[in-house]
């Protein structure tokens, strides 16, 4: 693909264009979701529904997740979970690959929770905190290639806490497999808007789903134990998700 072709394709600058490597180029399907949020904001609206999970609301009082524990919201979104938290008195970092996103959280809690939103690629970025609780609502499944499935729950494992645990949900009966063209993430196609039932063309993004046998090995593969596993009917979008409670296991 040329440059001018790749820059129109995944909505970037040239500038931005140079500064990517190679390998980049050859990865960097998940970005478009930056893309889509891009869209969607463009044309005033939301992308999700602006229901809590009740899972999450679930798992942290069954494992008495407190006020002073340290939270991360893995892939917030829109922040409809972290922001509920928040809220609530509880200590929450959320983060998500996209900036946009994470502004337009900062608007909708109406910038009362700066500090606590921040842009974070958890393929290529750092960081340095360990937490009590994590959790990652419809996150997992937009990683379509094994070497970013395996970075996201190495992740996990690397940044909780020795007694910690992790509340994973994503897309899937269990049983079905499917997985996207991610050399067509960044195309726009007619999807409808989450929020509002609207139909828009925004990028296609990506997406891969997986049956409890290869979710399960995935999870034992990357050092970590699964403590609770069901199917949710109760996420807001998805009629139905996979949802696991997690800990450290041995690697």
Same mark, same amino acid.
């Given at each position: ?58 798992? =942290?009082?069954? !494992? %008495?997740? +407190? *006020?002073?524990? &340290?939270?991360? /919201? $893995? ?32 608007? =909708?809690?109406? !910038? %009362?929770? +700066? *500090?606590?939103? &921040?842009?974070? /690629? $958890? ?38 806490? +020795? ?89």
């Amino acid at each position: 693909m040329k440059k001018d072709q790749f820059c129109e394709s995944r909505g970037v600058s040239e500038k931005e264009f140079n500064n990517l490597e190679s390998n980049v180029l050859e990865t960097d399907y998940y970005k478009a979701y930056e893309k889509r949020y891009s869209q969607v904001y463009e044309n005033n609206m939301l992308w999700s529904a602006k229901e809590n999970t009740p899972d999450v609301v679930e798992v =942290l009082n069954q !494992y %008495k997740i +407190n *006020k002073k524990s &340290k939270i991360l /919201d $893995l892939g917030c979104g829109e922040g409809r979970d972290s922001i509920g938290l928040l809220n609530d008195g509880y200590n929450v970092m959320a983060v998500d690959y996209s900036s946009t996103v994470i502004e337009k959280c900062k608007e =909708l809690s109406n !910038y %009362k929770y +700066n *500090k606590n939103f &921040k842009q974070f /690629d $958890l393929i290529n970025d750092k960081m340095n905190c360990k937490f009590d609780f994590i959790y990652s609502v419809a996150v997992l499944h937009m990683f379509v290639l094994d070497e970013h499935r395996n970075k996201f729950l190495s992740f996990v494992r690397e940044h909780l806490k +020795n007694d910690g645990i992790c509340l994973i949900c994503v897309l899937g009966d269990g049983n079905r497999e499917y997985v996207s063209n991610i050399d067509e993430a960044f195309k726009n196609i007619k999807r409808t808007v989450m929020n509002n039932n609207t139909e828009l063309e925004i990028a296609a993004t990506s997406c891969k789903i997986v049956n409890w046998e290869h979710l399960e090995c995935e999870i034992l593969n990357n050092g970590l134990k699964i403590e609770q596993k069901w199917i949710s009917n109760d996420i807001p979008e998805f009629e139905n998700s996979m949802c696991v409670v997690v800990k450290k296991g041995d690697l």
